[in-house]
């Protein structure tokens, strides 16, 4: 079945860009899916980040759109998130999932968290 | 935007009761409208899809109802494994929201 893997550097320094990838593996990016990411602030509700269609198609979150960039590799079976500008706000844990079509999101990578501080 | 409010925030139950969690948008999302099921250190588990449509593998005590603004999560009989945090989701719009979670907890 589909398994999603995010990975990317734990710590990030203010005012830099958080970059990370969500690797896909049992399927492929090319199916008739999006593919989004999520995020968590800790002890905190989930936040909607956007989603990506391997036509390179996206959606974003109005609230941050101006700092948000999603991309797909097809090449590497995977998708990957670059916010920039970031604040100790943005620290959270940050998890990608496939969206099926009119069927909500599943499944979840594991999350992985991302800490903003110098 | 369409703002997803959850209620109760916090509920206690014991083990066996049959508990409801309502969720609320603030405009029509059809059946546009997901459950999911997150417990501390794990990702969130999609239970229920179309408002009403239990994912596969999801057990049957489980179910979801609603359509338009106002949707209901029931749990028939709370299990062990059920005390966990709750969160709607509606996909009517390219804008996806959560509402802000209903944690169970254990009476």
């Known amino acids: 079945q589909v398994q999603l893997q995010e990975s990317g550097p734990g710590l990030v320094k203010p005012s830099g860009t958080l970059s990370l990838t969500c690797a896909v593996s049992g399927g492929s990016i090319s199916s008739s899916n999006w593919w989004s990411w999520i995020r968590q602030p800790p002890g905190k509700g989930l936040e909607w980040i956007g989603e990506i269609y391997h036509s390179g198609s996206t959606n974003y979150n109005p609230s941050l759109k101006s700092r948000v960039t999603i991309s797909v590799d097809k090449s590497k079976n995977q998708f990957s998130l670059k916010l920039s500008s970031v604040t100790a706000a943005d620290t959270a844990v940050y998890y990608c999932a496939r969206v099926v079509g009119g069927s909500g999101s599943d499944p979840w990578g594991q999350g992985t968290l991302v800490t903003v501080s110098s | 935007d369409i703002q997803m409010t959850q209620s109760p925030s916090t509920l206690s139950a014991s083990v066996g009761d049959r508990v409801t969690i309502t969720c609320r948008a603030s405009?029509?999302?059809?059946?546009?409208l997901a459950w999911y099921q997150q417990k501390p250190g794990k990702a969130p588990k999609l239970l229920i899809y179309?408002?009403?449509s239990l994912e596969s593998g999801v057990p049957s005590r489980f179910s979801g109802s609603g359509s338009g603004t106002e949707f209901t999560l029931t749990i028939s009989s709370l299990q062990p494994d059920d005390f966990a945090t709750y969160y709607c989701?509606?996909?009517?719009?390219?804008?996806?929201?959560f509402g802000q979670g209903t944690r169970l907890e254990i009476k």
């Open positions: 989701q509606q996909y009517n719009s390219y804008y996806i929201t």
């Open positions: 405009q029509s999302i059809s059946s546009w």
């Open positions: 179309k408002a009403s």
